[in-house]
Nanobody, 125 residues
């Protein structure tokens, strides 16, 4: 199982960036995908998750209303659209997956077995 995150970079405060996570899992619809982030000196924190079916999402309070998670099961890809970025959003963002028997399983903020490498997002003030 491989997950490949991409799309990070340097962006000004108030700007937007879209992250992508391509997963080599089958069937993709049975893998909820989550995004986590880790800032220097901080613990890793949950950001957002999406069900395998794509119609159930969960967000950390800190990003609600600013970030949108979505997926394209035909492309085995999950996206994280990040808008109204703040300097405190600066972190390495990683995607993670876990297998579920239901495509609409309850989303969790932990327990993800498969992890991709991170992509750096830096928000300048």
């Amino acid at each position: 199982v491989q997950l490949q995150a991409s799309g990070g970079g340097l962006v000004q405060a108030g700007g937007s960036v879209r992250l992508s996570c391509v997963a080599s899992v089958r069937p993709f619809s049975h893998y909820p995908i989550a995004w986590f982030r880790q800032a220097p000196g901080e613990d890793r924190e949950f950001v957002a998750a999406i069900s395998g079916s794509g119609d159930i999402t969960k967000y950390a309070d800190s990003v609600k209303g600013r970030f949108t998670i979505s997926r394209d099961n035909s492309m085995n890809t999950v996206y994280l659209q990040m808008s109204s970025l703040k300097p405190e959003d600066t972190a390495v963002y990683s995607c993670a997956a876990r297998w579920t028997s239901s495509t609409r399983a309850t989303l969790t903020t932990s327990g993800y077995r498969y992890w991709g490498q991170g992509t750096q997002v830096t928000v300048s003030s």
